[in-house]
Nanobody, 124 residues
Framework: QVQLVESGGGLVQAGGSLRLSCAASGRRFGRYAMGWFRQAPGKEREFVAAIDWSSVRTYYADSVKGRFTISRDNAKNTVFLQMNSLKPEDTAVYYC?????????????????WGQGTQVTVSS
């Protein structure tokens, strides 16, 4: 069992930055691939970024590539999402998720555990 708690969301102006954190419980955190997803009102949950257990491979949605960076600290059971050059269209609830496989990380169905989400609002 893995429990995930996101933090770091908030209100920021367009062009600003936020850093999201996701703290995980459990001793096996280092064996899970981690992902970030987001869901805006009236829209489906969409993939943002993912990272494998060893940080060797990272994956990004085209809409955030070059602006967002995913990283993890296995010693601290934490995964991060650094978000720069934020746009109003980045406004959403952001969720972190843990997957026991490193395949298919862009699909929400791959993930075994989810956090409760943190709101990110970007004003124009």
């Amino acid at each position: 069992q893995v429990q995930l708690v996101e933090s770091g969301g908030g209100l920021v102006q367009a062009g600003g930055s936020l850093r999201l954190s996701c703290a995980a419980s459990g001793r096996r955190f280092g064996r899970y691939a981690m992902g970030w997803f987001r869901q805006a009102p009236g829209k489906e949950r969409e993939f943002v970024a993912a990272i494998d257990w060893s940080s060797v491979r990272t994956y990004y949605a085209d809409s955030v590539k070059g602006r967002f960076t995913i990283s993890r600290d296995n010693a601290k059971n934490t995964v991060f999402l650094q978000m720069n050059s934020l746009k109003p269209e980045d406004t959403a609830v952001y969720y972190c998720a843990a997957a026991s496989t490193a395949l298919g990380l862009i699909s929400p169905a791959t993930y075994d555990y989810w956090g409760q989400g943190t709101q990110v609002t970007v004003s124009s």
